[in-house]
Nanobody, 127 residues
């Protein structure tokens, strides 16, 4: 089991950047596939980006391609989501999730694939 904690959210203006962090305090994240999700008020949770622990492959939602980048820092035991050129429609609570590497190591943007979730960090983008 792994515990993940998100940080880095905040209130920014349209066009600004933020970097979200997903850290683990109990285990190394090296072997866990990681996903970033977001949920805006009144909307379903959607997959934003994911990172495979098997081959380093990544995937992004169409709405964030070219603006968001997911990466893993093995020294810091942290996965980052760099978000550039933020838009008001990016406003949401952002969640980091990890899956059990015994069963899956690939990248997935489906929330049901993930077993371990953080509590989220709020990102608000003003126009």
């Amino acid at each position: 089991q792994v515990q993940v904690v998100e940080s880095g959210g905040g209130l920014v203006q349209s066009g600004d950047s933020l970097r979200l962090s997903c850290a683990a305090s109990t285990r190394t994240l090296d072997y866990y596939p990681i996903g970033w999700f977001r949920q805006a008020p009144g909307k379903e949770r959607e997959g934003v980006s994911c990172l495979s622990s098997r081959d380093g492959r990544t995937s992004y939602a169409e709405s964030v391609k070219g603006r968001f980048t997911i990466s893993r820092d093995y020294v810091q035991n942290t996965v980052y989501l760099q978000m550039n050129n933020l838009k008001p429609e990016d406003t949401a609570v952002y969640y980091c999730a990890a899956d059990d590497p015994r069963f899956r190591t690939g990248c997935s943007l489906q929330a049901y694939e993930y077993d371990y979730w953080g509590y989220g960090t709020q990102v608000t983008v003003s126009a």
